[in-house]
């Protein structure tokens, strides 16, 4: 990797675009950010990683102003900057794209671009000249998109484009990326990186938030290392590894690589055939698929969200109906009456880790303890009677799972809401494991997971598979699904594009399928 330069060709001596001093904030007894320096270099990309709760967002929170800093000062282009919110960043030349993006989905993309920044009561005006910036800016950074199309009509792909547009709109020179290829295709994430490496040569000072090591590798200058609310180091990236990076993250070495022997897959334990669903709207998200996964196997299905992987994991996690037919095991489970529930499935042997964990895994309001027991709370073990649970065996059998699964920090009366991201994944995902499912569904699970839990909650799953369970696995991670899966199963659009073995194909591939492509060049439906 070759050190870049700045839009003037020549390596840049003047002052950090950013540089944070002594920042510290404190939420009630955590802290989250604990005497923080940093320095970005202009006309850079520089990458923060770093574990789930390591304070990332919190400090960046601070930098475009949701946050103050209970200590530091903040410096933009040399000069000390007052931040005291979003408008404030902005007028500092400061924008940032969340990983949510914030985008008024009924409005058109020239709508959400001047939205907020309108001159004068007539939108007309305002609207004209921003067509005018928006071609420009299309045109000189690669981010072409309708502008008079609506939001909720575009690709995840394209939305983000018009949030990059947006901050450009508003004359950002620095730009703030949190997990921006969460959601992308290869192809997309690949597009992205251009039209980032684009804006660099221009002079854009960019900071770059991701838990994908190897995008940390090929794409950015410098990387900062945060752990536990401190910066512990920060590197020239062509100065350092994977490994090294890991290891300055979690204070240990970590596996990066899934370290599995290969699988012995029996008799089939769930039969699609021919499934169907049709959403509340009318539209049918699931068209006529085939699929089976056998005992002792991983089953990886690949695609972008919103392709019906997640439609799939409703009708078997008993949230969704369906038509068509579902066998576990030989047996019929019913997809339209009484015992098409959750319930039903659970006491079937199916366990689910759902793809959003805080609106489907989680009570986040309510206690560790509580959520630990959720859709299990009929078992023996904890039932007193009819009326009454038992309290402390439910803390006592949580404090237990907390230790084995290192949930941090191992506390049963902590809520929900208190733990990171990848806290709160190891609850769902020791409550669904420790049930000794025949089937467990599992969606996205290292969706904004830190490289340490990405590794703990792997082992688990091919745990589970070597004691012959089956798996059914979503994941919009390539990497993951080619790293865990002893099969693949691609869709798009509601259909099953193709299977493939792991060994015998590659993300290019794998990436076309998404998108569409059926291997021939061509678009097409089921293969």
Avoid: C
């Amino acid at each position: 990797m070759t050190e870049h330069q700045n839009g003037t060709g020549q390596q840049s001596s003047a002052a950090p675009a950013i540089e944070l001093r002594g920042i510290s904030k404190a939420f009630g007894p955590v802290q989250a950010n604990k005497d923080i320096s940093i320095s970005v270099q202009p006309g850079t990309i520089h990458g923060i990683i770093g574990e789930n709760g390591a304070g990332k967002s919190t400090l960046m929170s601070i930098l475009y102003g949701f946050y103050k800093a209970d200590e530091g000062q903040v410096f933009i282009n040399g000069q000390e900057t007052q931040i005291p919110d979003s408008q404030a960043a902005i007028r500092a030349g400061i924008g940032m794209v969340f990983q949510h993006f914030k985008l008024v989905e009924n409005f058109s993309v020239l709508e959400n671009v001047i939205l907020g920044v309108e001159e004068g009561a007539l939108l007309r005006p305002s609207l004209a000249k921003a067509r005018k910036e928006l071609k420009a800016l299309a045109e000189e950074y690669e981010l072409r998109v309708d502008p008079d199309a609506l939001i909720e009509d575009l690709g995840v792909g394209k939305q983000q484009r018009v949030e990059i547009l947006k901050a450009l709109y508003r004359q950002a020179d620095i730009l703030i990326l949190d997990e921006p290829t969460g959601v992308l295709t290869p192809a997309e994430a690949d597009h992205l990186f251009r039209i980032l490496d684009g804006l660099r040569a221009q002079g854009k000072t960019i900071i770059l938030i991701t838990h994908k090591l190897r995008e940390i590798m090929e794409y950015t200058d410098t990387v900062s290392v945060m752990r536990r609310g401190q910066m512990t180091d920060t590197v020239k990236t062509k100065d350092t590894s994977p490994e090294k990076l890991a290891e300055l993250m979690v204070g240990r070495k970590v596996l990066l690589s899934v370290d599995k022997v290969p699988a012995k897959p029996g008799e089939n334990v769930l039969e699609i055939e021919n499934l169907r669903v049709i959403d509340d709207q009318g539209v049918e998200r699931v068209k006529g698929i085939d699929l089976n996964v056998r005992a002792g196997e991983i089953l990886g299905i690949a695609g972008v969200s919103g392709n019906g992987q997640s439609e799939l994991m409703e009708v078997l996690g008993g949230y969704a109906q369906a038509t068509g037919s579902v066998r576990l095991k030989g047996q019929e489970l019913d997809l339209t009456g009484k015992k098409s529930d959750a319930r039903s499935r659970r006491e079937r042997g199916i366990a689910h880790v759902p793809e959003d964990r805080q609106s489907r895994g989680l009570i986040m309001e309510f206690p560790a303890w509580q959520n630990m027991i959720f859709g299990y709370h009929n078992d023996p073990e904890i039932q007193k009677n009819a009326l009454l649970m038992d309290n402390s065996k439910m803390v006592e059998i949580t404090q237990d799972k907390m230790d084995r699964f290192d949930v941090r920090p191992p506390h049963p009366h902590l809520a929900a809401k208190s733990f990171s991201g990848g806290n709160q994944q190891k609850i769902i995902v020791a409550r669904e494991i420790e049930r000794n499912p025949d089937l467990l569904i599992v969606g996205q699970p290292t969706r904004g997971v830190d490289i340490g839990a990405i590794e703990f909650i792997h082992k688990q799953i091919v745990a589970l598979r070597d004691q012959g369970k089956a798996i059914l696995l979503v994941s919009v991670e390539l990497e993951e699904i080619l790293s865990l899966s002893d099969r693949i199963a691609v869709m798009f659009d509601g259909h099953i594009m193709g299977e493939r073995m792991p060994a015998d194909t590659n993300e290019q591939e794998l990436g076309l399928l998404m998108a569409g492509e059926n291997g021939s060049g061509e678009n097409g439906g089921q293969a």
